[in-house]
């Protein structure tokens, strides 16, 4: 079983919806990241957390480290929103992130 | 601003050929993480550098991987004796601090033959 669990493997959504996107992780983390990898390869940070919510425009990221799930929200999806986004948590005291293998997200107009 | 740069943006070389891998992470970033991606593969972290602390080399999948971080600038990751399968591509990344959001370098896309 992977450390970082992520659901959908991948998400077809219509121009406007809203969307949700789950990770589950199974190890004690002092941090979450929600990254998002355009095609040709660039990864962009979306959001680093520890607990509760964070806000950014169109996007809202929660987690909750009792029940070690999180999720991204994407609200009014656009097609500019297509792009595989990636969970990664940092394990306890360690250094590395473990990486979930990604959603690939599409949106259509 | 500057962002994370990394080069070559790709380099083929022949099985068997050693390679150099550059980072420059952005200036005062005091943690550089080096990971990969092989095809169809999630991402994978390799080392990491924090300061003048010694890195955490954990991740680095073999004896013929190697990575220094001059300066506590500049990161160069070396890669001996090259293998099919260390074709990726190889990511740096940079945080301010080690508590801060990740900067991502465009990533070397390796490719032995």
């Known amino acids: 079983k992977n450390e970082v669990e992520q659901s959908p493997q991948n998400l077809t959504a219509q121009e406007g919806e809203f969307i949700t996107i789950n990770c589950s992780y199974s190890?004690?983390?002092?941090?979450l990241h929600w990254l998002q990898q355009h095609p040709g390869g660039g990864i962009v940070s979306l959001f680093m957390?520890?607990?509760g919510k964070k806000k950014h425009g169109r996007l809202i990221a929660t987690i909750n480290i009792q029940e070690k799930h999180s999720s991204l929200h994407i609200t009014a999806s656009h097609p500019r929103d297509s792009a595989v986004y990636i969970c990664?948590?940092?394990?306890?005291?360690?250094?590395?992130?473990?990486f979930g293998a990604g959603t690939i997200l599409r949106v259509k107009s | 601003g500057a962002g994370v740069s990394q080069s070559p943006s790709n380099k083929v070389t022949e099985k068997g050929k050693d390679v150099e891998l550059r980072c420059d992470p952005i200036?005062?970033?005091?943690?550089l993480y080096w990971y990969r991606q092989s095809l169809g593969q999630g991402l994978e972290f390799l080392i990491y550098?924090?300061?003048?602390?010694?890195?955490?080399k954990s991740g680095l999948p073999s004896d013929r991987f190697s990575a220094e971080r001059t300066g506590g600038s500049v990161s160069t990751l070396t890669i001996q004796r090259t293998q099919q399968e260390d074709s990726a591509v190889y990511l740096c990344?940079?945080?301010?601090?080690?508590?801060?959001?990740?900067?991502f370098g465009n990533g070397t896309r390796l490719t032995v033959t």
């Open positions: 550098f924090q300061g003048n602390s010694a890195p955490d």
């Open positions: 990664a948590v940092k394990e306890g005291y360690g250094n590395k992130l473990v």
């Open positions: 200036s005062g970033h005091t943690a």
């Open positions: 990344a940079s945080s301010r601090v080690p508590s801060s959001p990740l900067h």
């Open positions: 190890v004690g983390i002092s941090a």
């Open positions: 957390l520890s607990s």
